[in-house]
């Protein structure tokens, strides 16, 4: 079956560096997806992986390995605004988004 | 550039009737919306995938006849509602597929409340 894991739950520091990872099984593959949702509110795109490496995107930088099914998020200089849920998304075979459940990450002053 | 209008924003109705949601793709044409729903604290849930000027592709479990979905013009795609349950209060959300690159965008989301 398809799957995505990510932690249920994250706590940063304010001004400090927080990774999210996120694994895939998917049928197929065509790239990952990172999202931020914040409570209340539709989930609005923050990168998009397809090769082997890191995009860097200002304080956000999003990784992949396609051998090893695995992805991560690194925010950086965390700001309190950063709260929200991180959602890590793969696109299969057929260009259907896997979705993962989210991450919500607390950040504390 | 590539925005969904969704609306409403939120919605209260009673149980038996009807709701209409509609999403517009602003400065794009939408040939494929995705429609989602999203329960508090979880993953959004894929319920259909509709294509201009054919029938929508529900997923295993989505009522058909219950979530009404037209996508009758490349920017325009509703989702109906109908005989709605408090079992369906949710988070409705469309997203259109655009560009070369796989991009998606949402729109903005709908609160259903059914009382």
């Known amino acids: 079956g398809q799957n995505i894991d990510q932690p249920t739950e994250m706590t940063a520091t304010e001004g400090a560096i927080v990774q999210i990872n996120c694994t895939y099984q998917t049928s197929g593959f065509n790239g990952l997806f990172w999202y931020q949702q914040h409570a209340g509110e539709a989930p609005t795109f923050l990168s998009y992986n397809v090769l082997d490496g890191l995009e860097e995107k200002g304080r956000f930088s999003s990784f992949l390995s396609r051998s090893k099914g695995y992805s991560y998020l690194l925010l950086k200089e965390l700001q309190m605004k950063d709260s929200a849920s991180y959602l890590c998304a793969a696109l299969d075979s057929n260009y259907q988004l896997i979705w993962g459940a989210g991450t919500k990450l607390i950040i504390k002053p | 550039g590539a925005v969904v209008s969704q609306h409403p924003s939120r919605v209260i109705c009673k149980s038996g009737t009807s709701v209409k949601i509609e999403c517009r793709s602003l400065?794009?044409?939408?040939?494929?919306m995705f429609w989602y729903r999203q329960f508090p604290k979880k993953s959004l849930m894929l319920m259909a995938t509709s294509n201009e000027g054919s029938k929508a592709t529900y997923e295993q479990g989505v009522e058909k006849d219950k979530f009404l979905i037209n996508h009758a013009s490349l920017t325009l795609s509703t989702l109906t509602v109908t005989s709605a349950h408090p079992e369906d209060s949710s988070f409705y959300i469309c997203?259109?597929?655009?560009?070369?690159?796989?991009?998606?965008?949402f729109g903005s989301g709908t609160r259903l409340t059914v009382v």
């Open positions: 997203s259109a597929r655009f560009g070369t690159d796989y991009g998606y965008t």
């Open positions: 400065d794009f044409q939408a040939t494929t």
